[in-house]
C-alpha cells in the first residue's frame, strides 16, 4: 500500500513577542521605590508572556528618589531611569510614552495599589490589536476595592461628572493603572494639554471622541493611607480641565477628525457620544449649562447696573440667552452644524422673550411696591425670576430639537 501523498508543509512567520514599557512616575518615593521597583520586576519575569522594560521616571524628586532610581536601572537591564526637570505625572507619562520604542506603554502608580495579576489582562488586548487603550478599573463590576468611605464617595462623584458633562462611557478615569497601543499614543498625546492629574481623563475623552476602543479591566485595588495627592487642589484642576475640553469641543478647537483619519477610523461619526436622550440626561446637562448662563448673567447685569436695571436686564439676558442657546444644542441635545439653527435661535429668542417679562416684570413690581428694597433682596427676587424662565426655556428648547428615533421596518 503505497504512502498518502501529504501537502508541504506550510511556512509560518516567527512568531513576535511584543515589547511592553511599565512605567512608574515617582516623587519623593525614596523610602518605597526599591521595593516597589524590585517586586515588580520580578512578577513580570516570572509571569509576564511579552518582553517588558520598567521605567522609573523621577518627577525632579528633592530627596534621594533619583540615585536610587539609578542604582536599579544599573543592576538590572530590565529597569530603566529617566529624570525629568520638571513635576507632572502627565507630563513624566507624555515624555517616556513618546520617546518609547515598545508596542505597548503602560503605568502604574508605585504604590502598586492596583493587584499585578491585572496587568496581562491590561495589555493582552493592546498586544492583539484587538483594542486601542486599557484602564484598570476600581468601579467595574467584579472589581475588589479596599479604601475609605471619603475616597470613594470623591471617585464616584467625579466620574458622575465626567458622564454628565462630557459624556463619557468609561467607568473610571483616575486609576493608576492604564496602557495605551504605542501608535495610538503618538498621535493622542499631543493633543493632551494636562501636565498632573488631569492628564489621565484627557487622554481618555479625547481617545472616547476619536472612536478608538477602550477595554476596562475590573481590578483589586487597595488604598495607600501615605498617599500625599491634594485632594481639594486635585478636584480643582479636574473642574478646570472639563471646562476647558468643553470648550474646545464646542468650538472645534481639537482636530479629532485628523486623529480618527490618521488611526484609520473615518467611518467613525464625529458626533458627540453619550449624549443623553432621557429627560434625566437631558436636565442634568441642561442644568450645567444653565448655571454657568446664570452666573454669566448676573457678572454682567451687575456690570451693566449703573446705566439701570431695565436696560441691564435687557442686554444680560440677550446675550446669555444666545449663549445659552447654542450650548445647549451642542452639549444637551448633540446637535452639530448649521442645520435647523435658525429655527433654534428663534425658539430661543422666544423663550428669551418669557424670561424678559418676567424678570421685567418682577423688576416692575419689585420698583413699584417696595421700592426701598435693597439690592440684594433685587438680586434674589430676580433668581427666583430666572428659575422659572429657565424651566420654560428647557421645555421649549427640548420640543424644538427633540429627535425622535426612527424605526426600520423589517424586509
Known sequence: MSALPFPAAEVRPAV??????????VYNEVDDLAASVQRLEEYLAASFPYDYRVVIADNASTDGTWPVA???????????????????????????????????VAYMDVDLST??????????????????L???SRLARGSRVTRGPKREFISRSYNLILRTALGVTFSDAQCGFK???????????????????FFDTELLVLAQRAGLRIHEVPVDWVDDPGTTVDIVATAREDLRGVARLL???????????RVRAELRRPDVPSTVPGVPTGLLGQLLRFGAVGVASTLAYFALYLLLRPVGAQAANLVALLVTAIANTAANRRLTFGI?????ALRHHVGGLAAFGVALG???GSLWLLDTFWPGAGRLFEVGVLVVANAAATLLRFLALRLMMHRPQVRQLPA
Do not use: C, M, Y
Open 179 to 197: 496602557a495605551v497601543r504605542s501608535d495610538v499614543a503618538q498621535r493622542l498625546l499631543p493633543l493632551v494639554e494636562d501636565n498632573n492629574w
Open 115 to 132: 493587584d499585578l495579576k491585572a496587568l496581562l489582562p491590561l495589555v493582552a488586548p493592546l498586544a492583539s490589536g484587538h483594542s486601542d
Open 134 to 136: 486599557a484602564i484598570g
Open 336 to 340: 452639530s452644524g448649521r442645520t435647523g
Open 358 to 360: 418676567l424678570t421685567s
Open 70 to 104: 539609578q542604582r536599579l536601572a544599573a543592576r538590572n537591564s530590565h529597569v530603566w531611569a529617566v529624570h525629568l526637570d520638571a513635576k507632572g505625572r502627565g507630563r513624566a507619562l507624555r515624555q517616556t510614552w513618546l520617546a518609547s520604542d515598545a508596542d505597548v
Open 16 to 25: 513576535r513577542t511584543a515589547l511592553v514599557d511599565v512605567v512608574v512616575p
Open 247 to 257: 470648550r474646545g469641543f464646542a468650538t472645534g478647537r481639537i482636530p479629532l477628525d
